[in-house]
């Protein structure tokens, strides 16, 4: 119910108390188009004869929507070829417009942090709280890379570590006619300076059924490989490797191919592969760089068992996809990987599972929390072993203290974003605890052998509210009086 919320109408402020007949669009003769989780597209030149009406998701349009439009639960964004003749009403969410986009009727937004707020059609354009964006990223993109995140990833175009040294990828190509064929070929290649070798990726996909069904593929590669990606993004690692001589990622090379299928929906994606890979250690680089801690040591690079290994992998992801963590929404990451044969290696299944959920309890305060959970059969390689400590783990602890083939974590925070403190920076608060130990020692139901062993930490971070750096002072909570302050370029996670 909303009640005693801010109304703003041509510049005026009033009070209400009865609002929520303003949400709902001006009835009429067309029927709806009612999309529930999940997200709706209009594409270019397509038109909607009827009221479109979407729960739990996003509506993109570039073409004409003849009707009225409501969205709860996310956002309505326009391209500069969108015609809206109707009313727009986005409940929770936000109206995006490109310039050049059309709408015809009111906007009506309502949302936690600005309350109800309404623009008619000759001056919502002007209004600040109607945000401008570019559409190719927003929409085009999103549409057009609904299965390349899963298959075939852009790569960056700079990557530094400890393992690769310089690895340069200036090629990123597809081709698929322009979005417009079921059938497509992909090729990122780049150099590895640090390797003095070429690394790269070509995929070949076909899509069945009108280009957003499932897909099969097969995929030939030379690569690097990690399990500790939910720590920091690449992007930034390379920064910290270059700035700080530090990597806090373990990876190992991979050479070889997967065949498989992979499924993309707005509100779940997910993918299976069988893969025939050589795996190998990097070779020593020993002309790294570094700006700054040039007399600083790189932590020693991960031991791998060298061979050819034959395994199954999949992972499925539902949720709240590609969406902005700072609002109420949850997402969970199940993946997995058995091997079949191996040249070194006894067979081994190892699993994860990620769960990612944020809470809007107010206006601009939210809680942010990350699960994960780790569990494995067989003999677990040293080298895919599960890692609990230090970045992206548990603050105030070093890289990956504990080790094991299970492990458990959670990561909370408190978050009071800039309007809140009326700032340009955010607060928050958080707490790191987890533990990683071999299953022969005690079972997942062991509550209290898992929580005595656990590490632990609490801090407080101050950021700028473009989230473009942040700034963390954690300490040590089992025992040890050990504080340490990190700077990084994203959230914890």
């Known amino acids: 119910m909303l009640v005693y919320l801010p109304l703003t109408l041509a510049g005026q402020v009033q ?23 999940g997200d709706y597209y209009v594409a270019v030149g397509e038109t909607s004869k009827e009221n479109v009406k979407v729960y739990g998701g996003d509506l993109f349009v570039a073409g004409t929507v003849d009707g009225q439009i409501v969205v709860v639960g996310g956002d309505a964004i326009l391209e500069a070829s ?10 929770g969410g936000t109206v995006y417009q490109n310039d050049g986009a059309t709408v015809k009727g009111e906007i009506v937004q309502a949302n936690i942090r600005k309350g109800i707020n309404i623009a008619r059609t000759e001056d919502f354009t002007e209004g600040e709280d109607f945000q401008k964006f570019d559409f190719d990223d927003e929409f085009t993109t999103k549409e057009r890379l609904r299965r390349e995140s899963l298959i075939h990833p852009d790569v960056d175009s700079f990557i530094y570590n400890r393992d690769e040294g310089l690895l340069l990828t200036p090629f990123n190509w597809r081709w698929d006619r322009g979005s417009r064929s079921t059938f497509r070929t992909s090729l990122s290649l780049g150099y590895r300076f640090g390797q003095r070798e070429l690394a790269g990726r070509l995929t070949l996909e076909k899509t069945l059924g009108s280009g957003v069904g499932p897909t099969l593929y097969v995929s030939a590669f030379r690569q690097s490989r990690s399990d500790d990606n939910y720590r920091i993004p690449e992007d930034e690692n390379s920064v910290s490797s270059l700035f700080a001589r530090q990597d806090f990622l373990d990876r190992w090379g991979e050479e070889g191919y997967e065949a498989g299928a992979a499924f993309r929906e707005s509100f779940v994606q997910a993918k299976m592969a069988y893969r025939s890979v050589e795996v190998a250690p990097f070779d020593e680089v020993t002309n790294l760089i570094s700006w700054f801690k040039k007399h600083r040591n790189f932590r020693p690079s991960v031991t ?28 969970i990451s199940l993946e997995g990987e058995s091997v079949l044969s191996s040249d070194n290696l006894e067979k081994f299944d190892r699993f994860s599972t990620i769960f990612h959920l944020s809470w809007e309890m107010g206006p601009d305060i939210l809680i942010r929390t990350r699960t994960i959970v780790g569990e494995s059969q067989g003999v677990l390689p040293y080298f895919r072993a599960f890692g609990v400590g230090g970045l992206g783990s548990v603050s105030a ?27 340009h920076h955010y607060f928050a608060l958080f707490i790191d605890t987890g533990n990683a130990w071999n299953r022969d020692i005690y079972g997942f139901t062991d509550f209290s052998s898992i929580s005595e062993n656990a590490l632990s930490a609490a801090g407080i971070g101050i950021g700028d509210e473009d989230l473009d750096w942040r700034i963390n002072i954690a300490r040590s909570l089992d025992g040890g009086d050990t504080w340490k302050t990190t700077f990084r370029f994203n959230l914890n996670f």
């Open 15 to 37: 009070d209400t108390t009865a609002a929520m007949e303003v949400l709902e669009p001006e009835e009429g003769t067309t029927t709806s188009e009612i999309r529930f989780f």
């Open 304 to 331: 791998v068992s060298s061979g050819n290994l034959n395994s199954i992998t999949g992972n499925i992801i539902f949720g709240t996809l590609n969406r902005d963590f700072l609002s109420t929404r949850f997402m």
């Open 397 to 423: 602890h070093p890289y990956k203290t504990q080790n094991g083939d299970r492990m458990a974590q959670l990561n909370a925070e408190l978050l009071l974003l800039p309007a809140f403190i009326n700032d």
């Open 82 to 91: 969108a015609i809206v003749k109707g009313r727009i009403v986005t409940i």
